[in-house]
């Protein structure tokens, strides 16, 4: 009697369903095992000293932020926390050596995040690129910028302000940090009001209300955080804000976005790392910061200070990034702005 030969065809589609059940089992037992190393990075976090690297000078809203965060930080991780300095290159000399570093989270920067959403557009010569050799971790807290003017300058308020720079024969002075959004809220803000500002550039916010405050300058765009203190101390005079309306603190003085609709402009406190950080680590991290801005001593520090916690997730948080950097790169490339 003749044996009977197999179906090919059924032959085949035995061979492939064994195939994806052989293939799912070990894709499951690797995602297993991936999943468990993980959970041990995270766990294990942090196994040495962290640095958090400040790309401004000290004092600044970013230095204030960082050193708040060591601390709380530290304690909780039970390591040193350490908070370094790196200005330079409107903020990209800390950014390039925190891209440089081993990716394990050791090593974050803490900065206005606009430094690193308006360096495509603004900086096309930087010899990295922060939107590939970094990674987004947490965005700390939010103050939103105040314009700010010398204490000799002739006016008490927002209407005065424009009236007094739009007949003067020489621009205004305006002190910014090159390349962040204090130095494009300003363009946006003359351009929109129709009067022209001399742009003066420093390294960082603290030197700019220092200079503003011995009337070196006329007025400068700056963090909240960073510069109420001065203006309650009497240093220089408070004009308007640039929030999205008036400003819980401060709620009789103008939103810049009365005269200048959807004038939004702020200090994004956040925290990035070098790319290729395991996911568990930066989310652990996340998660920490998270907590901490939650504490009731670190949000009444926060009102005290201008600012306000922001809770976004890592993958929220690069969305942000995402939609950032197209916003400003839309407002470099309209006026044609060039940081050489």
């Known amino acids: ?114 430094t690193f959403t308006m360096s495509p557009a603004l900086m096309p010569s930087l010899t990295y690129n922060p939107g590939k050799e970094l990674t987004p971790v947490v965005i700390a807290a939010f103050s939103p910028h105040i314009l700010v003017v010398k204490n000799q300058m002739p006016v008490t308020n927002f209407e005065e302000f424009i009236a007094y720079a739009k007949t003067q024969k020489n621009p205004l002075s305006l002190g910014v940090t090159l390349g962040t959004s204090t130095h494009l809220a300003g363009v946006v803000m003359s351009q929109s009001l129709g009067f022209e500002l001399n742009f003066i550039g420093y390294k960082g916010g603290a030197q700019v209300v220092s200079d503003l405050a011995g009337g070196q300058i006329d007025s400068t765009l700056n963090s909240f955080l960073a510069t109420y203190g001065m203006v309650k101390a009497g240093s220089f005079k ?73 809770t976004l997730n890592p993958k929220e948080v690069q969305q942000w990034m995402v939609d950032q950097t197209a916003f400003w790169g839309k407002v470099i490339k309209d006026n044609d702005i060039k940081l050489q």
């Open 1 to 114: 009697m003749q044996q009977a030969r197999p179906d090919s065809k059924r032959l085949r589609q035995f061979s492939q369903l064994v195939f994806t059940c052989i293939a799912t089992l070990v894709s499951y037992l690797i995602s297993g095992t991936d999943a468990r190393a993980q959970i041990d990075l995270a766990a294990s976090f942090p196994e040495r000293q962290v640095k958090i690297v400040v790309p401004f000078p000290a004092g600044g809203a970013s230095d204030i932020v960082a050193r708040l965060f060591a601390k709380e930080l530290g304690e909780t991780w039970k390591q040193t926390v350490l908070v370094e300095n790196k200005p330079g290159a409107s903020g990209h000399l800390g950014g390039q050596y925190v891209a440089g570093a081993k990716p394990d989270g050791h090593t974050l920067v803490l900065a206005d995040m606009s």
């Open 238 to 310: 408070l004009i308007a804000v640039a929030s999205p309306k008036r400003f819980g603190q401060i709620p009789e003085t103008p939103a810049i976005s009365e005269k200048v609709p959807n004038f939004v402009t702020g200090s994004f406190q956040g925290m990035m790392t070098t790319t290729g950080t395991p996911p568990a680590i930066i989310e652990k991290i996340n998660a920490e910061v998270q907590r901490i801005a939650a504490k009731p001593e670190v949000q009444k520090r926060f009102f005290e200070l201008g600012s306000e916690p922001v």
